[in-house]
């Protein structure tokens, strides 16, 4: 059972990699339509009491709020065979765009297929 662990893990880390890229992908592009989206349908449900306005701003914080979560998770995200952080090869904070990295920048591992 020990030798089927690891293998599990490591297509466990893989699968909850390629699912924060793709949430913080959709966050990304739909956080302007979503958000107003979401505030005109928060508008007709308090039957105009709020604004636009401020249906905006009551929307847009959590939404904001999941793309910094949604990032602070794809940066800490460890490599499932090195072990070292998948996106950030130095203590700089940034290494370009998360989505399109399928690769660790430490040892080149990509997802088997």
């Known amino acids: 059972m020990s030798t089927n662990e690891p293998a599990v893990s490591k297509s466990t880390a893989w699968e909850r990699i390629r699912f924060l890229q793709r949430l913080s992908m959709f966050l990304y592009f739909g956080a302007i339509p979503g958000i107003l989206l ?3 349908v928060l508008g ?7 604004g636009l306005d401020i249906s905006i ?3 847009g914080i959590p939404w904001a709020i999941a793309i910094i979560s949604t990032n602070t998770l794809l940066y800490v995200c460890k490599c499932p065979d090195c072990s070292k952080p998948f996106f950030v090869k130095n203590t700089t ?4 765009f998360f989505w399109g990295r399928r690769t660790c920048i ?3 591992a990509s997802k088997p297929a």
């Open 38 to 40: 979401l505030s005109i």
């Open 57 to 59: 701003f009551i929307i």
């Open 93 to 96: 904070l940034w290494h370009g």
């Open 44 to 50: 007709f449900i308090s039957k105009q009491v709020l």
């Open 106 to 108: 430490h040892c080149s």
